[in-house]
C-alpha cells in the first residue's frame, strides 16, 4: 500500500503541465489528536513540496484568502515576504511557540476564557490550509489507517476519521481522499462510521483485490526492470 502511494506521489510530482498538491498522512495518531496529526502532515508537505511558495508568489490569492482566514494569512504573509520563516513554518505545523514567538508572527493569543483547545485550532488551521490550495487538485492520502485502532476492537479512532474524512468532502471540492487499510480491518471501519457520516461521503470507490494474473504481469515487469535479472 505505501509503495503504491509513493509511486503516485511520484507521478503527481512528476506532472508539471497540470500541478497537483499532494499530502501524505501516516495514521500513527488517535482519536483525540488526529486534527492536529493532519496540520502537521497538511504544513509538512506543502512546505517540502515548494508548491505553498508558488502560490504565494500570487498576492491577488493570499488578499482573497485574508477575508477568510486572517491568522493564517498572516502567518503565509511572513513566508512571502521572507520574514521569521522558521516561525511560521513551526506555527504552521502546530509546534509549541512561546508568547514572544507569536507576537513576533503578529498572532493574537486566545483569551482566556475561550476553548484553548490545540485539536480545534489544528482544524481551523487545516482547513484554512485546504482551503488556501484551491482550485489545485489536492491527493489527501492517509496510510495505514488501521493504525488508528490502538489496542484491539477500539472503534475510537476510526469513528472519530470517518467523521474528519467526511467533514472535508463536504468543504472542499478539489479534494481527492486516499484511504489505505489492512483489509481484514475494514468491517470494524465500516461499522464504526454513523450513517450521518457516510451519508456526506460524495463518492466512495474500493479498490478490488488484486487478481493473480495480474500479480504474475507486476512480477514480471519488475523482475525485467532490474538489469542483472532481466535475461
Known amino acids: 500500500k505505501t509503495h503504491l502511494l509513493g509511486r503516485l506521489r511520484t507521478h503527481i510530482d512528476q506532472d508539471t503541465e497540470a500541478p497537483s498538491a499532494y499530502i501524505y498522512v501516516r495514521c500513527n495518531a488517535s482519536a483525540g489528536t488526529l486534527w492536529r496529526h493532519l496540520r502537521l502532515s497538511v504544513s509538512t508537505d506543502l512546505l517540502r513540496s515548494g508548491l505553498l511558495t508558488r502560490i504565494l508568489g500570487d498576492s491577488n490569492h493570499l488578499e482573497e484568502f485574508s477575508a477568510r482566514h486572517f491568522n493564517v494569512a498572516r502567518v503565509l504573509r511572513h513566508i512571502q515576504e521572507g520574514r521569521h520563516v522558521l516561525l511560521a ?35 481551523r488551521v487545516t482547513h484554512a490550509l485546504l482551503d488556501f490550495l484551491k482550485p489545485t487538485p489536492t491527493v489527501l492520502c492517509f496510510d495505514q489507517v488501521d493504525g488508528l485502532e490502538t489496542y484491539l476492537g477500539e472503534l475510537a479512532g476510526y469513528r472519530k476519521f470517518g467523521q474528519v474524512v467526511s467533514e472535508l468532502d463536504s468543504a472542499h471540492d478539489h479534494l481527492l481522499q486516499l484511504a489505505c487499510m489492512v483489509a481484514d480491518y ?35 515487469a519488475r523482475l525485467d526492470a532490474a538489469p542483472a535479472l532481466a535475461r
Open 186 to 220: 475494514e468491517p470494524r471501519f465500516q461499522q464504526s462510521l454513523n450513517g450521518a457520516d457516510k451519508d456526506r461521503f460524495k463518492y466512495q470507490q474500493n479498490l478490488p483485490p488484486i487478481e493473480w494474473g495480474q500479480a504474475s504481469e507486476i512480477v514480471k
Open 89 to 123: 513554518s513551526a506555527w504552521l505545523r502546530g509546534e509549541p511557540l512561546t508568547d514572544e514567538d507569536l507576537h513576533s508572527l503578529n498572532i493574537k493569543l486566545e483569551p482566556e476564557d475561550e476553548d484553548p483547545s490545540r485539536e480545534w485550532e489544528a482544524k
